[in-house]
């Protein structure tokens, strides 16, 4: 596998998310998540495929020879090896020695940033207290659901928004001012959180950030993070409109949580209720009556996984060279 390769895939893998992505502009926020992250496990899976898989060769067609092609090779058979290409063999290994030792620096770099805020949200779930109030409340909205895993919920401090953590024993983390809510909001703050916790958003998380410790220095996978981000929220958004909350009144929960996360900044690294960055558009996209809020259906995924393994094979497999002409 060469740079290039690596490179080049990868931007025709990301280039067909986001045309996807805007293919289904109509679709729901749902679908366009899970196209995300299929692009995202796709981008995982290219270094497997350049690495491991077999390789399939095909032929362009024959080039025609350049004018005086014939002349140079004559001359290059008849020149004796220098000195020279000897010097520039080694400058090249010491470029490639250098850009490799940047690559490690950068996925290193980018890696710990992902690790410090999974490490702080961990010790904010390990220190956190039992949020009494909200556990029946939470175990209603469980069942109402159709989930099995238990989910707790947790009062911190440091929670400036709620927000899930966990894959095996998933945990709700609410702040401390989250005792003196109604019982509307915190109706509504629950719901959303668990619908993160029966999407599994965080793998799908995990996976993005993965691909962006592979591919940091590529600014089209930083874009498609945040993507995966908006529709994720927008999703959870929908699934929380079709369970029975009132638009207006959950687009003013959003509009209060948001106000106290700009109030306190947290630096957590798990899927949180509210974001400042897109909070406009996601309102906007609440109140509107007439967006599509469809979930995904099993054999609509099933589909899009499909159409993912069809243009992920070619493009890690399939090796276009070009025929010499005679």
Not at 96 to 124: D, E, K, P, Q
Not at 175 to 185: S, V, Y
């Amino acid at each position: 596998m060469t740079w290039a390769d690596f490179v080049v895939r990868g931007t025709l893998l990301l280039a067909a998310g986001f045309a996807a992505s805007y293919a289904f502009g109509r679709a729901s926020a749902a679908l366009r998540h899970f196209v995300w992250t299929a692009a995202f496990v796709a981008l995982l899976a290219l270094p497997v495929g350049l690495g491991l898989g077999p390789k399939i060769a095909v032929e362009a067609g024959p080039m025609a020879p350049a004018a005086g092609a014939t002349v140079a090779e004559v001359s290059a058979a008849a020149s004796p090896v220098g000195a020279g290409s000897g010097r520039e063999v080694r400058r090249g290994t010491e470029w490639a020695g250098l850009l490799g030792g940047l690559y490690l620096a950068g996925f290193l770099l980018v890696a710990a940033r992902f690790v410090a805020g999974a490490v702080r949200t961990s010790r904010m779930v390990r220190l956190a207290r039992t949020a009494a109030y909200a556990q029946a409340a939470a175990d209603d909205v469980r069942r109402t659901l159709g989930m099995g895993t238990a989910v707790r919920a947790l009062e911190s401090p440091g929670a400036a928004v709620p927000m899930t953590w966990g894959t095996l024993r998933p945990v709700v983390l609410l702040g401390e001012e989250a005792g003196h809510w109604p019982a509307e909001r915190l109706h509504a703050v629950l719901l959303h959180e668990l619908i993160h916790v029966r999407r599994h958003d965080l793998l799908a998380q995990l996976a993005a950030q993965a691909a962006c410790c592979l591919y940091w220095f590529h600014p089209l996978v930083w874009l498609a993070a945040r993507e995966l981000r908006k529709e994720r929220e927008r999703a959870c958004d929908d699934a929380v409109l079709a369970g029975g909350v009132a638009a207006p009144d959950y687009a003013g929960h959003l509009l209060d949580l948001a106000r106290v996360l700009v109030e306190r900044r947290s630096l957590a690294d798990a899927p949180a209720m509210a974001e400042t960055g897109d909070l406009e558009e996601r309102v906007r996209a609440v109140l509107d009556g007439g967006r599509n809020r469809r979930p995904l259906s099993r054999r609509l995924a099933a589909t899009v996984a499909a159409v993912a393994c069809a243009l992920v094979l070619p493009v890690a497999l399939v090796t276009v060279h070009a025929q010499g002409g005679r």
